[in-house]
């Protein structure tokens, strides 16, 4: 089988956000495909056997892309439609696989030449974009008809998550495989942890792993966390990820409201170190306002069998349970409660610990992703020979 793979957000291979690419691409591997993939530039190089990495270019000077849409990344995907199609010119492949808006160019690339597509749906992109401004949802009904025409002509969509693959399901032709994002990391390693010596941490600390985008909730986290100061004065934040100028303008948001001194930003990180940091929690936030796809660190705060607290909206409740983590209202008050409850609580943050390890085992495990990716690998065999 020979590939094509658009995967533009891959820049981030150097920070983890991506796990789920990579082992979708070892899975290739392993079944002997032939896999070229275009990406964003930026990011370290992985070595995959039968995978190729080709970037579009970033001239000498420039600031690496963000995340999020910008007029930058923008040009970049005008720029991964024409590489997309000089590979299919010069190369028989028997089916592009396409991520989030790489889904919009396979679309079109797939009309002009023939070549089935796969959508790799991690969210609906028209919900995701009217999330920031009133500009997006004002032409939300417009984005909504170019997403059901990709769906339309995927040969098969293959969802992060129930909420996503239900979208899909009412528009799709084709079948919806489901493929939750894999955990990262393992069981907690107190002998390799430096993280709380290094920041001097001696009360409870809560972690939050992540970009600093609005739909996160990250005001929220930070105006429920000084709230509950007043009652867990040895406590420390812990926020993991971010650009630069977000993680700036984040510390002097601190600042001017008194308690710098209590949280952490660490910027951007990479996979190893941000275990380091999950390992170092006593508990893990998620304090996201909106959206229905699941974030992909759930599944390593599950794993990490530390207790976890994340808002009570569909992206946590169609993986998380009550048993499994506390989850309250997004705000300030109801979350300032339960971070003070937990500080105060070592053996409820042990129990809820040990039921997230146990469902994340059962059904969120590595080995559960490679089972399921192996199933749509099978299919695209067969349905493409």
Not at 114 to 123: A, I, N, Q
Not at 151 to 171: F, G, I, M, P, Y
Not at 287 to 297: E, Q, Y
Request: glycine share 6%.
């Amino acid at each position: 089988m020979n590939v094509l793979f658009l995967a533009p957000q891959s820049f981030y291979l150097d920070r983890g956000t991506p796990i789920a690419v990579r082992l979708l691409l070892e899975q290739f591997s392993r079944r002997g495909w032939s896999v070229d993939v275009l990406v964003f530039p930026g990011g370290r190089d992985v070595v995959i056997p039968g995978v190729r990495f080709f970037k579009t270019s970033l001239r000498p000077g420039a600031r690496p892309l963000q995340p999020g849409l910008s007029a930058r990344k923008l040009w970049h995907d005008v720029r991964l439609f024409f590489a997309a199609r000089e590979r299919l010119k010069t190369r028989r492949y028997d089916f592009i696989h396409a991520v989030e808006e790489g889904a919009f160019i396979a679309a079109l690339l797939s009309a002009r030449t023939g070549v089935p597509f796969v959508c790799d749906m991690d969210s609906s992109m028209p919900d995701q974009l009217a999330e920031k401004n009133r500009f997006w949802r004002l032409v939300r009904p417009v984005m909504r008809r170019f997403e059901a025409y990709m769906l339309r002509r995927a040969r098969a969509v293959l969802a992060v998550c129930e909420a996503v693959a239900d979208k899909a399901r009412a528009v799709a032709r084709g079948p919806v495989f489901v493929l939750p994002d894999p955990p990262v990391g393992g069981a907690p390693n107190p002998a390799r942890n430096h993280v709380r010596e290094r920041l001097k941490v001696e009360g409870p600390a809560f972690v939050y792993v992540g970009n600093l985008q609005g739909y996160q909730g990250i005001s929220l986290l930070l105006k429920s966390f000084q709230r509950a100061l007043a009652h867990m004065a040895q406590a420390c934040l812990i926020i993991v990820g971010g650009e630069l100028m977000e993680v700036e303008k984040l510390e002097r948001r601190c600042n001017r409201h008194g308690f710098a001194g209590h949280v952490h930003f660490t910027g951007a990180c990479a996979l190893d170190e941000t275990v380091q940091y999950l390992d170092a929690a006593d508990v893990l936030i998620s304090p996201r306002i909106r959206g229905a796809n699941t974030p992909m660190k759930i599944y390593s705060y599950m794993q990490s069998g530390k207790a976890i607290l994340a808002t009570d909206i569909p992206s946590h409740t169609q993986v998380l349970t009550p048993e499994a983590a506390v989850l309250v209202p997004p705000q300030p008050e109801a979350m300032a409660e339960a971070m003070v409850k937990l500080a105060s609580d070592a053996d409820l943050r042990e129990r809820l610990g040990q039921a997230a390890r146990r469902l994340a085992e059962t059904q969120h495990s590595r080995a559960a992703y490679e089972r399921k990716a192996d199933e749509f690998c099978a299919w695209m065999e067969s349905n493409v020979a």
